[in-house]
Every structure is written in C-alpha cells, then in structure tokens.
C-alpha cells in the first residue's frame, strides 16, 4: 500500500509545470523564512533537494546569510543511517548517495542532533495530522526517535516539513515508529499539526 500511495505522490509531484513549481516554491520559502520558529532557530537542519523535491537549494544560502548555522545530512547506505555535518557555503556540497549533494568537507564539522533547534524535513505525503510518508527508507525516522532524542538528551526538537499541495492528503498510513512532523508548509498554507509544541 506505501509503495502504490508514494508512487502516486511522486507522480503528481512530477507533474508540475517548472513555471508552477517555482512560483511555489517561492511562496514556500517566503512562509518558512516568516515562521516564528524558523527565526528564533541559530542552528538548522536542512536538506538539499533532489528531483522535483521542494527545491530548497535557492534557500541554503539565504539561510547562511541570516548568520544561521546550517546543518545537512550525509546518508550512510550501510548502516541506514543520516550523519550531520555543518556546511559554511553552498560550494562545499558534492555529490553523494544516490547523486544527492551533501556536505564535501566534515573534519571538524559533524554536529549532533542536541545541537539542532529545528528540522526541516522531506517527504511524498503528508496529512493534517502530522503524518508523514517518506522514501522508504526510514532514515529520518531513525534519527528523530525517541531513542534518538533520549541518547541525545533531548525532549522535542520542532520539525517542519516542506510540500507541495498537491503532496497532502487523508489516507497517509501510520505506523508507531513513524515520526511526525509539527508544521506542513505547503505553497498556500501553513498547517500546524494536532501533536504540535511549537509556536
């Protein structure tokens, strides 16, 4: 059922006009970048897009500009599992797992996930409440745990995922391990989940 419901998500994502996709994409960003929690963060985790993905690639600089730290994840296919590393300008990215670029220089820069004040996060499919169905393969599911969160002696760290409309929907299945998100920005809307603790 996952298989069929993300194939359909990423279908109808693929479908929209580049011309479309970046006038969301703007609007998404222009709603995150005013979202109170969004600016009270110093240090962020982020994703570099790939495909038709939420293109955040216009939005990492901006972030360095503000004087934020910015932290992205590098997939380690073996162990399933994402590592973060902080980057310092949108040229140290290279091409990794997948072809997905991520951060080329790491000695000295890993950070942990007790460092990070808000998560920005991707995904198919998502629903009002907080739902999310991802890629596949569990990785964010993983590194937000409550295991995660109690070896990293953390409570609750604000995740925000970004989406396209056409991306929400009612029948998003959801397992106990499968973390959800507080906010879904979307090129209209900013919907603020049942489970949110973030202003």
Request: hydrophobic share 40%; glycine share 8%.
């Amino acid at each position: 059922m996952k298989q069929k419901l993300r194939a359909h998500l990423l279908k109808k994502r693929d479908a929209i006009p580049p011309d479309r996709k970046k006038l969301k994409d703007a609007s998404i960003k222009k709603r995150l970048f005013a979202l109170e929690t969004f600016k009270k963060a110093a240090c962020l985790l982020m994703y570099v897009s790939f495909r038709s993905e939420v293109n955040t690639r216009s939005y990492l600089q901006d972030v360095l500009a503000l004087g934020k730290r910015l932290v992205l994840p590098v997939v380690d296919p073996g162990r399933k599992v994402l590592h973060l590393y902080e980057i310092k300008d949108i040229s140290e990215l290279v091409p990794g797992y997948m072809g997905i670029p991520e951060p080329g220089v790491r000695a000295g820069r890993q950070v942990f996930l007790n460092n990070i004040d808000l998560v920005v996060i991707p995904g198919t499919g998502f629903n009002l409440r907080g739902s999310r169905l991802g890629y596949g393969g569990g990785y964010y599911d993983r590194l937000l745990s409550l295991e995660a969160k109690k070896l990293a002696r953390v409570d609750h760290i604000p995740t925000v995922a970004l989406a396209y409309e056409e991306q929400i929907g009612d029948h998003i299945p959801d397992e106990p391990h499968d973390i959800k998100v507080d906010i879904i920005i979307t090129d209209k809307r900013i919907i603020k989940c049942p489970s949110t603790v973030v202003p």
